[in-house]
């Protein structure tokens, strides 16, 4: 049977943009948190002389995405094996559910397993550096997917410290039927004002337990100030939410997927009924670093998806 690897979701539960980079990108201070809602990897090596060693084959399942070069995980298993790999190949199959351009990281978390599946089957680990440089390369948001968990990031976003863990919190997940493009978003910004970092960051950084409700006062996303003007369908789910009760609504990452905090789980489906038509809803819950290692590596005969 072939090993089968869960590629899970983030949030920011927090994201602010400080400054414009001579590299083109911006300066990020950000606040990651791993969720539970994950796409499904199935990793197959073929062995030296095996029909397809020496090549990345995949295969997309649930999502019109490309299978070669553009894919994320494409190009993360190419780049493991160019230099790790000897003259093995691999066959991946993704079967997608988290959302593309839904600010979730779902391409660069399929990235992130597909190097630490290829590192757990070759049976070599690979240098951490030289593995952290190839995860930077792939996408600013993949070095996160290899820490998990709640952890800082800083610089690109890639720079990436784990921080004390935010207690196990339930998220609605509202993605409206729009893919917001990361650059356009970041091209919207205008103009980038100085900024202390907050309060709630401090409060992560030093491992402070109340990281939550720190959150829930101090926290936001400037990336709201661009794509809420610019993208009618995702402002509407916004409203929506504010309205529905929840003591949280914030943007993640450039959007689409607006995500809430209720104090009591709100009934979905009612909770549908008053969104935009299309969105999607989904109950999630946050996962630490100790879930992420014990749940990523999926048994290929268990239901998919628990
Ligand atoms: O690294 P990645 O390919 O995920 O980034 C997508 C795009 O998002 C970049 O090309 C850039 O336009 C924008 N971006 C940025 N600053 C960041 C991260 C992303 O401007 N820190």
Same mark, same amino acid.
């Given at each position: 049977m072939s090993p089968l690897f869960r590629s899970f979701a983030k949030v920011?539960?927090? %994201?602010q943009v400080v400054g414009r980079r001579p590299d083109g990108y911006h300066e990020l201070r950000t606040l990651f948190q791993t969720i539970d809602l994950h796409d499904e990897l199935e990793v197959d090596l073929v062995p030296p002389g095996g029909e397809g060693a020496g090549e990345v084959r995949l295969e997309v399942r649930d999502a019109d995405l490309p299978d070669d070069a553009r894919n994320l995980a494409w190009r993360a298993a190419r780049a493991y094996l160019d230099r790790w790999g000897g003259d093995h190949g691999v066959a991946l199959e993704l079967r997608k559910r988290v959302p593309a351009g839904g600010g979730m990281g779902g391409g660069s978390a399929n990235a992130a397993t597909v190097l630490r599946a %290829?590192? /757990?089957l070759l049976g070599r680990p690979a240098p951490a550096d030289e593995l952290w440089s190839i995860a930077r390369a792939l996408g600013a948001d993949v070095p996160f997917f290899l820490v998990g968990g709640t952890a800082l990031g800083f $610089? =690109? $976003?890639? /720079?990436v410290l784990p921080? $004390? /863990?935010l207690p196990s919190t339930r998220l609605v997940l509202a993605i409206p039927p729009v893919e917001v493009p990361?650059? =356009?978003v970041f091209a919207a910004l205008g103009e980038i004002a100085e900024a202390p970092l907050a309060p709630a960051l401090l409060a992560a950084a030093r491992g402070d337990r109340a990281v939550e409700r720190a959150l829930l006062a101090e926290g936001w996303n400037d990336l709201e100030r661009a794509v809420l003007p610019g993208?009618? @369908?995702? @402002?509407a789910v916004y409203t929506s939410l504010t309205g529905s009760g929840a003591e949280l609504v914030r943007l993640s990452g450039s959007g689409a997927t607006v995500f809430a905090i209720f104090r009591d789980p709100p009934d979905l489906a009612a909770l549908g @009924? =008053?969104?935009p038509e299309g969105t999607r809803l989904e109950a999630a819950t946050t996962l630490s670093r100790a879930e992420v290692a014990e749940r990523w590596r999926a048994s290929p005969g268990g239901s998919p998806w628990k």
């Open positions: 920011n539960l927090h %994201l %290829l590192q /757990e $610089g =690109r $976003g890639d /720079e921080v $004390g /863990e990361t650059p =356009r993208w009618d @369908a995702v @402002a @009924a =008053r969104l």
